[in-house]
């Protein structure tokens, strides 16, 4: 009798927290985390069970160890995220590769990982990048099964070969990274332990960095930051994976991400995680991934219409119309026809009168 019980709880238990941690719930419960630190942590993204879409979308928000709190990607303890957008892009803050000297030997030397499964690492706003004036970098990874490796070298004689703003080999290198890498490995190197540069340059650095975060500067040779691990802003891509495309995942309304008036769609221009997102239809604004998240806007309201000099403006559901003022009729739309006075029907009479004569 116990027994039976026992296990009946058990099971129950079981199949509540199955439910709560893998399948996709309708709506997340209302006292989700809204901030964590400076970070806005918008669904499909949530701090706990009940919150994100599934745990591809946790973010770990450690309140007990930093102040103000730190938003972690996952359960990752290293990987701070710094933004996240509805279209399909988060910013996270990854590590610097560095290579450092003094006259006798090398004093710092690490390499850096990011490792990012089922997200991307944006190929279409990052670039590898390479400082220093007896340096190069590698960059390694993984694209699916296949590997990929490339490099990058950056060399200078004297300090004044080196422009302020401009990475094109003389101090500062940059390169285009493919599509789809989910992980990679930095590591930067020098030819000649800097020897020859160490009064103005101690150091090779070597990273993934957005590139609109990135503004190259001679001080940026100097040896900045030569004991501490830096770290820089770097875009990742994601979108909801392991349900095919916009097709496919329509098919299964259960699983599928995109509530109420919004549409799906395949982002394989700017967005390399594979899978698909959704976006509020015109007319609507707000978080498409939310039961009733895509809002009405309201035109009117905002001054976003178009209408007749002699039409006022009504919101309607995704749109606006233009009704013509009282005493006018016809079409108050700008492209319409226009509004009219009233007027049409006593000239018509009396029209008909004078002919009548
Ligand atoms: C917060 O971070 C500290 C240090 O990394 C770690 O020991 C602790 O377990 C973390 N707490 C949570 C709730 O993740
Ligand atoms: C985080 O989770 C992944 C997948 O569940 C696991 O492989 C990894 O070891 C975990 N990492 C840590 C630091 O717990
Ligand atoms: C992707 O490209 C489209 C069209 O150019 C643009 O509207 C959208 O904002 C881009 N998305 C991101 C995340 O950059
Ligand atoms: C650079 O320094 C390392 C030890 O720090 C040494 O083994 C190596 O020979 C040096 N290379 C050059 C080119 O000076
Ligand atoms: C480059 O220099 C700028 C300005 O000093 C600094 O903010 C930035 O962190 C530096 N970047 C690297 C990779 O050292
Ligand atoms: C969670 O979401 C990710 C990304 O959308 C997907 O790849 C994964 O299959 C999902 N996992 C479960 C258990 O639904
Ligand atoms: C979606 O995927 C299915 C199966 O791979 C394919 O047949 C279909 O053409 C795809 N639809 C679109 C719009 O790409
Ligand atoms: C909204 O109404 C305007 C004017 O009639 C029309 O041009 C536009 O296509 C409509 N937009 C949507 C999203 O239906």
């Not at 006798?104 to 990052?126: E, G």
């Not at 150091?203 to 609109?212: L, N, R």
Request: proline share 5%.
């Amino acid at each position: 009798m116990c027994l039976r019980f026992v296990l009946v709880k058990f099971l129950l238990l079981t199949v509540a927290n199955a439910a709560l941690t893998t399948t996709q719930l309708a709506k997340p419960k209302p006292d989700c985390l809204k901030k964590c630190g400076d970070l806005e942590i918008l669904y499909p993204f949530g701090t706990e069970p009940g919150c994100f879409l599934n745990e591809t979308f946790l973010i770990t928000c450690n309140s007990t160890h930093y102040n103000p709190p730190r938003p972690f990607l996952r359960n990752s303890s290293s990987l701070v995220v710094t933004d996240i957008t509805i279209d399909g892009r988060l910013q996270v803050q990854s590590y610097v590769s560095k290579n450092c000297y003094d006259e006798k030997k090398m004093i710092w030397n690490n390499p850096a990982y990011l490792r990012i499964s089922q997200f991307a690492i944006s190929d279409t706003k990052n670039k590898f990048t390479v400082i220093g004036c007896d340096s190069y970098g590698y960059i390694r990874g993984t694209i699916g099964e296949k590997s990929y490796s490339e490099g990058c070298i950056s060399w200078c004689k004297r300090r004044d070969d080196v422009t302020d703003g401009s990475c094109s080999g003389s101090g500062c290198c940059q390169i285009d990274i493919p599509k789809g890498l989910k992980q990679i490995w930095v590591q930067a190197y020098s030819f000649k332990n800097h020897s020859n540069v160490l009064r103005f340059n101690p150091c090779s650095y070597a990273f993934v960095i957005e590139d609109s975060q990135f503004h190259f500067s001679t001080r940026n040779l100097s040896g900045y930051g030569i004991t501490k691990k830096l770290k820089v802003p770097t875009a990742v891509d994601w979108a909801i994976t392991g349900q095919g495309n916009c097709t496919e995942a329509e098919s299964n309304p259960s699983l599928f991400a995109c509530k109420e008036n919004s549409l799906c769609y395949e982002p394989t221009a700017n967005n390399s995680a594979g899978g698909y997102l959704c976006k509020c239809r015109d007319g609507f604004e707000g978080n498409p991934y939310l039961p009733d998240g895509c809002k009405d806007i309201d035109e009117c309201e905002q001054g976003k219409f178009k209408c007749h000099n002699q039409a006022f403006c009504v919101n309607i559901q995704g749109n606006y119309t233009c009704e013509c003022f009282k005493g006018y009729k016809g079409d108050g739309k700008i492209d319409g026809k226009g509004c009219t006075p009233n007027q049409l029907p006593v000239t018509k009479i009396s029209l008909g009168v004078g002919l009548g004569f």
